[in-house]
């Protein structure tokens, strides 16, 4: 271990023989492995509604999580006080998983060489509250100045600095600070009897400086009152199977729900997931290359290390139609007898890391966007997505367009209503038959539920057309 | 539960104090109006998968909040430090931020002579939900489990029975003098059966029983078989051809029919015009047969408390009366923005400022049983769960991922999917015409079985 500065050192007063106390009493009944997960994370939120601050908040929180494992078990106990007796009665509460006398050693501790995926020079949370603010009052003027039907604007700022500890009886020991940030703008306009909402942002693991200079407020604004004026105008959506075009970006979300939940390693461990078994077979056409990549420089899921200290990485999940790999955290790899991708992820230290997904995405391919309009003789051509939700067990999966159009003729046509689509995991990327050169990933707003815990992610899809899918709409 | 009684109670008088002096430090630091929040839990859960305990976790947390006004500005802090120091950073945080937002005229804590705190016991708190020792709780877990794969040789795999337990404790005050405190319990046993298809299809679904108290609680048992009965109701489910025919949903999922309702009567939603119920107050907005309550009062209630989130009483609000919409649900803030009074749904997070919540929500029942209701249908889609995220408040569009059983002559046929259900919530309130005797609360929202009319399935 080097004696690398760290803040549970410095300002809590935790020292390496500490850690290897609190690991040794987590073990101290018999468990397979300890770890200690140390979280400190403070806040900042912004919110301008109706041209003026309403709202400006900033917390700190701070915590351990302990762990044990035993065979397939999990022990779990958590503590907001620091003190050396709180983190021992953690320790023991969650060493109880295991039954009998102290089996595992606490191996000495070994720092692995990390990512240096995000730049921190002055971290946001700590930069001049009236820089943000100013932000945030230039994205309201901007969404207002787009056209005089938007009639109520509501935007955020959102900063958080999280600094991590993770300590396992294994020796791992891993240290990581990481900003998120994120921009958003939320746009009402109403003409006569029509009303509609339309919403923007973006960000990632960056600092104000990213909204100053590279993604402006007004950018955000524009794009969000852009969809909400589409929007006043938009027909019923059909209702049916027929041809569906993914825009580039955001829609990726497709990937997120139609495969990559289903390949989260626990699920296939226990054989719940409809893609349990599936390894080495057909899950899309061979044109799609899927991978999750956690090591992608500034983006919102990218991690340096994940929660349980292992390095991220790409991870190939499928190549040219063939299921490759899931995503596994340690248990999982453990038990599977796979090496951890990377992929154990947790919402804070009150939470048991379980694997999840980070930068989820498919490569480019070859056809040209206009080309794969211009192939539809009617169907939908789906820009921007609201969330999704799958069943992981029998592989359905929905995702909900907020921005959409009628193709006809391979032309695109008018705008649709809000709609649903709904699809089948393992076959849905079967039905894949054109990729476009276009790769984009989302804006960096994305937020993955499982369980009950939320960690941010990212997507991303070249335009893709699917040649079936389900439209949710109202009309014939 | 006397052995307890003590301590509990000097930890009680001991935030007490601490809210009420952190909001005399807020003022003391130039604040000119403040309120104190804090939190303090517990919680326990353990899930037990295929006769093995998985995960074993049990802990607690606390955290205090703060809101501060210089004149009409207004800004929050919260932070887990409970020490001197902490507190300290907290006001001065607090205070600091107060100063660069905003005037906004309409900010201020509540008029003083509204506060309160509903009298009488309303029964949210039951020390027995942590009595059972250890074994026993998993115990539980395994019960549910093992009920519900004993129930057919299809149910090979599972997500597990769980038991969970815990407690909260909320103490809110404020610099009009007020100070109030509730304790809450909760327990729940749950079981997840995965049932396989002979064509090697899984399917899953889940069943639960919630409760204050332990004495409440369905037996695992019960909670095993009808999860097992849901899981395996859907197995050979198909996808039909785009239709529109009666819809009926079952109690659970015309509970998420009810939740955007409360959002779309929610103060924030109506103010911003980001509802298509927005200006609608005193007009017929749904069939005459529709009676919708709000009630934070109700004993054992998910959805009761004592005061809301600004120290109001909470109370019996009529939403929609026969069809006409009587009442929004307000905090102070959307109120005075709408001109209109307070009905206590402020709810209070740690931090920012105050959001609404319903109470405990429910649609009046009906007459006839949910067998009478599908009965009476010729050709029609029974639904039992939705997925997705497919509602637009503003426009009432509406469209979800379903799946279900298929109503023939009357009767339940074969289990559907991979389907969805779209309409607009406009029309959909319009046309709810048949409403079950199936009202139960299972959670804080409750609605009994609906048949709904008009709406369009998308499929194949």
Request: with cysteine.
């Amino acid at each position: 271990m080097t004696g690398k500065q760290n803040l549970f050192f410095q300002k809590f007063g935790v020292t390496p023989t500490d850690l290897q106390r609190y690991l040794s009493e987590a073990l101290s009944a018999g468990g397979d492995y300890a770890d200690l997960y140390f979280e400190y994370l403070t806040s900042t939120n912004i919110t301008v509604d109706e041209s003026i601050v309403k709202s400006a908040t900033q917390g700190i929180s701070a915590g351990c999580g302990v762990r044990v494992l035993a065979g397939e078990r999990t022990g779990y106990a958590y503590t907001d006080d620091l003190a050396p007796e709180k983190i021992l009665r953690a320790a023991r509460t969650a060493a109880l998983i295991a039954r009998g006398p102290a089996q595992q050693p606490v191996q000495g501790f070994k720092e692995s060489a990390a990512h240096q995926l995000y730049q921190i020079s002055s971290p946001s949370v700590d930069a001049d509250i009236a820089a943000k603010l100013d932000l945030v009052m230039r994205a309201d003027r901007a969404a207002r100045a787009y056209d005089p039907r938007i009639v109520q604007v509501r935007g955020g700022y959102a900063d958080e600095l999280r600094q991590i500890l993770v300590v396992g009886s294994d020796g791992t020991f891993a240290t990581d600070v990481q900003p998120l940030a994120r921009f958003t703008v939320i746009c009402i306009a109403k003409s006569g009897e029509n009303s509609a909402k339309g919403q923007s942002g973006g960000g990632g693991r960056v600092e104000i400086d990213y909204f100053q200079t590279e993604k402006t407020p007004e950018t955000f604004a524009q794009e969000a009152a852009r969809q909400t004026i589409i929007q006043l105008d938009a027909r019923e959506a059909p209702a049916g199977e027929m041809e569906v075009v993914l825009g580039p970006g955001w829609p990726g979300i497709l990937l997120h729900e139609a495969i990559g939940h289903g390949l989260e390693a626990d699920f296939n461990r226990k054989g719940t997931s409809a893609f349990s078994g599936l390894i080495g077979k057909r899950v899309a056409s061979d044109k799609c290359m899927v991978v999750d990549n956690g090591t992608l420089p500034s983006r919102r899921g990218s991690l340096n290390v994940d929660d349980e200290g292992s390095p991220t990485q790409e991870t190939v999940l499928i190549e040219n139609g063939i299921l490759k790999g899931y995503l596994s955290d340690k248990l999982s790899a453990r038990l599977m007898g796979m090496p951890s991708t990377g992929s154990g992820r947790r919402e804070s230290y009150e939470h048991i890391p379980m694997p999840r997904m980070t930068n989820t995405y498919m490569l480019a391919g070859n056809d040209a966007p206009e080309d794969i309009i211009r192939s539809v003789k009617r169907g939908v051509y789906a820009v921007n997505f609201g969330g999704g939700q799958v069943d992981i067990t029998n592989g359905k999966f929905v995702f909900s367009a907020s921005e959409a159009y009628m193709i006809e003729d391979g032309h695109v046509t008018a705008p649709l209503k809000n709609c649903t689509l709904i699809g089948n995991g393992p076959d849905a990327l079967t039905r894949v038959s054109m990729v476009g050169n276009d790769l984009q990933l989302d804006e960096g707003v994305g937020t993955c539920g499982k369980d009950g815990q939320s960690v941010p992610v990212g997507v991303g899809i070249p335009t893709l057309k699917l040649d079936s899918m389900t439209v949710g709409g109202t009309a014939r | 539960m006397a052995t307890h009684t003590e301590v509990l109670n000097e930890i009680q008088t001991d935030l007490r104090e601490l809210a009420v002096e952190t909001i005399s430090r807020a003022l003391k630091a130039g604040a000119t109006a403040a309120e104190a929040i804090i939190q303090e839990g517990n919680e326990f859960s353990t899930v037990v998968r295929l006769g093995q305990v998985e995960t074993l976790k049990e802990s607690g947390s606390r955290a205090i909040g703060l809101r501060v006004f210089i004149g009409k500005k207004t800004a929050s802090t919260y932070s887990s430090d409970f020490t001197n120091e902490g507190i300290e950073r907290l006001v001065s945080g607090a205070v600091t931020l107060a100063r660069v937002t905003s005037e906004d005229p309409y900010a201020g804590l509540p008029d003083p002579s509204l506060l309160g705190i509903v009298p009488g016991d309303l029964k949210l708190y039951f020390e027995d939900v942590h009595s059972l020792p250890p074994e026993e709780r998993i115990e539980y877990a395994r019960r549910a489990e093992s009920a519900a794969m004993a129930v057919d040789t299809r149910i090979g795999n599972s997500d597990g029975g769980s038991f969970d337990a815990g407690t909260g404790h909320k103490i809110f005050a404020n610099s009009l003098g007020f100070v109030g405190e509730y304790r809450r319990s909760q327990c729940s046993i749950m079981a997840i059966p995965i049932a396989q298809a002979d064509n090697g299809v899984m399917q899953r679904d889940a069943w639960y029983s919630v409760a204050r108290t332990l004495t409440r609680l369905e037996s695992p048992e019960a909670v095993g078989k009808e999860a097992a009965r849901r899981t395996l109701r859907r197995l050979g489910a198909r996808k039909i051809a785009s239709t529109q025919v009666p819809v009926v949903f079952d109690s659970e999922t015309a509970r998420s029919l009810l939740s955007e309702i409360a959002d779309c009567v929610s103060g924030d939603a109506i103010y911003r015009h980001a509802s298509f119920l927005a200006g609608k107050l005193g007009e017929k907005i749904a069939g005459e047969n529709i009676t919708l309550t709000d009630d934070g009062t109700m004993p054992q209630g998910f959805g009761t408390a004592p005061f809301d989130g600004e120290g109001i009483p909470t109370r019996r609000t009529v939403v929609i009366e026969k069809g006409v919409l009587k009442s929004y649900l307000l905090n102070t803030y959307t109120a005075k923005k709408l001109g209109l009074k307070t009905t206590g749904n402020a709810a209070r997070g740690l931090t920012g400022n105050p959001g609404i919540r319903p109470g405990n929500f429910f649609l009046e029942q009906g007459r006839k049983t949910p067998e009478a209701i599908i009965a009476d249908i010729k050709q029609g889609l029974y639904i039992t769960d939705l997925m997705g995220f497919g509602v637009n408040h503003v426009t009432g569009d509406y469209s979800r991922g379903a799946s279900g059983i298929w109503i023939e002559h009357g009767e339940l046929t074969y289990p559907v999917e991979e389907i969805t259900v779209a309409g607009n919530l406009r029309d959909m309130l319009n046309n709810i015409v048949e409403i079950g005797n199936d009202l139960e609360f299972r959670s804080s929202l409750a609605s009994p079985t609906l048949r709904i009319d008009g709406m369009m399935i998308a499929g194949e």
